[in-house]
């Protein structure tokens, strides 16, 4: 399963960005996705997780602001992104997990509170000044 991001740039605080991660193929119906972020130095966090059954969830820094979406005509995952701030800089991930089913909470646990996911993308770069 290969992941590939796109849709980074730079922006000025208050504007959008949305990135896409393709996912190469869906290899069970039963999945998790995410997105996630690291700036130079700093560990990795969860920003926004989808799973196959539709539930979303968000960190606490993005509610509101952040949308996970995707389109499975296009195996595609987005991730919009408004009122970017200049602490939204750093590096965004997709992340991708496959599995025969997936319970409630698991997404949840595996993006937003540091759990294993299996398959990457490479990052897509979004800078934010102010």
């Known amino acids: 399963v290969q992941l590939v991001e796109s849709g980074g740039g730079s922006v000025q605080t208050g504007g959008s960005l949305r990135l896409s991660c393709v996912v190469s193929?869906?290899?069970?119906?039963?999945?998790?996705m995410g997105w996630f972020r690291q700036a130079p130095g700093k560990g990795r966090e969860g920003v926004a997780a989808?799973?196959?059954?539709?539930?979303?969830n968000y960190a606490d820094s993005v509610k509101g602001r952040f949308t996970i979406s995707q389109d499975s005509a296009k195996n595609t995952l987005y991730l919009q992104m408004n009122s970017l701030k200049p602490e939204d800089t750093p590096m965004y991930y997709c992340?991708?997990?496959?599995?025969?089913?997936?319970?409630?909470?698991?997404?949840?646990?595996?993006?937003?509170?540091?759990?294993?996911?299996?398959?990457w993308g490479q990052g897509t770069q979004v800078t934010v000044s102010s």
């Open positions: 989808l799973d196959s059954d539709g539930r979303r």
């Open positions: 193929e869906y290899t069970t119906n039963s999945y998790c």
């Open positions: 992340a991708a997990d496959f599995l025969a089913r997936v319970p409630g909470g698991y997404c949840y646990t595996a993006v937003l509170e540091g759990g294993d996911i299996n398959h």
